[in-house]
């Protein structure tokens, strides 16, 4: 029988009525991620009962410029997005059933009277759909836009603050959260001089994720587990994040670039991107000691934990223990692509425009490998071995827990032939799933080893497909779930962890990174990371 996780929890999951008002609801998150999201969770039939999407900003692209029907133009829009990226392929009745409920306001998120339209647009919304005036704001927007946003959502009395079960406010914040500690905690108090904490969902899509959310599950449903989940009997952790794509797309028959994100990663890398984010929030689950309940801040409070005790690194601990790198041309999958430099340039130049002086030889990171302690009882002296890139060979992200080696007696007897350590694997994505492999005999008279997998598939187990984690994330702020979301302590701590290696490299100011060829697991000098320590990166 399953057992619905929150059920287990003290509070009743119950998706709310509201309207979603998504800002920046043309953008590419919207498009990719967010449309098709809702759009799902209405085919499985889960949102509230009276419910509606309100798409707001000024349109990004000519189609939306030009329009007389905004609505037509966001539902022409969100279609599109459906049927390149959706989960559960288009369907003409689901679809009209979308489309009726998705609405568009064009405007700047700095003039006011956007706002009273968007008001005005909301109070017809909640009339025609019976919402009581409860709203949940979207931002996905650049952080330079946060507060003004926020600050006009207040003065134009959108937002209440009262502890309103019914016509409520929320928020959601889109990662980034700001670029350094400083920025971060500047986002941090804007949103809180509007919002109050219970009322703010910053979002880690990571978190969301149906794998992710399985490391509790299996950490804590399971007797076995548990009880070897530290320094005892752990070797050591490798949590890794591989991306086959590169920050641009390319039309490889043409040579021509046709859409990149050089805009936003430029001067960010993989450490803002990935790592400060969605790798130290899994680390954090795969990690934590056993919350008491399954309340959110309880859950939230162990995860804290973590991130307090990572072991903080000097500038020299940073060269031990840290490395980047950035792509160069090579090949994908066969396929000749061009390094990040190239991207850079070109990226300028179709836009006609200068390339800024940081960027001539940019060194921003498109890979990032780093060995870090949990200064704890739990894990003292077990690494945990992170790494995150761009144009590797595939994509795959797992988190592999590699336990201790047998004693050197028995089977394990000859130190020139050791036996394969026990592995246990979850499968972040894609074949959501996880894996165990031991070592087991050969059928045969002899007595001759082999390691083989104990495998658990997501799809073919429950026979279905795991929902998006924006479909789950969506869904928990209607429920009022801050569970998954990401508190400001959490992100302030993060930002602590990762400031000495920005800081660093800031000072080193190399003229060139580590290289590595697009279609390999980044720099040599990722492996000589793991090798000092007799260790090896897993082939993914
Ligand atoms: C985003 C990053 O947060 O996560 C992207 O900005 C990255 O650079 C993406 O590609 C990865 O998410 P997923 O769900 O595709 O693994």
Redesign the pocket.
Known sequence: MALDLALAAPKTYLPQPCSLVIFGGDGDLAWRKLLPAVYNLNVDGVLPSHFAVVCFGLPSTEAGRNTANPDEYIRERARDGIMRFSRQPLDEDHWQDFARMLFFVPGSFGDSRAYMQLKTKLDSVDQQFGIPSSRVFYLSIPPQLVQMSVANLGKNGMVNKADEPVAFTRVIVE??IGTDLDSARAVIRNVAAAFDEHQTYRI???LG?ETVQNLLVLRFANSIFEPLWNSKYIDHVQIT?A?D?G?SQWDLETNQMIAS?IG??EGVGAMR??LQ??MLQVLCIAAMEPPHSLLPNVVRDAKVNVLHCLRPMTARDVKENVVRGQYIEGSEYGVRVPGYRHEVREFYRMRNEPLPPHSVNSTTETFVAMRVFIDNWRWSGVPFYLRTG?RLPK?A?EVAIQFKDVPQVLFNAKPEIPLEPTVLTLR??PEEGLSMRIVSKLPGPKVRLYPVQMEFNYASGFGRTSPE?YERLILDVMAEDATNFMRADAVEAAWKFVMPMLDHWKQERVLNLPEYQCGTWGPIEANNLIEKDGRQWRTL
């Open positions: 990662k980034p880690d899509h990571y994720k994040v991306e794509e920050v994100r936003y990663y991107d990935m984010n969605h761009k994509r992200s972040v994505q984690a």
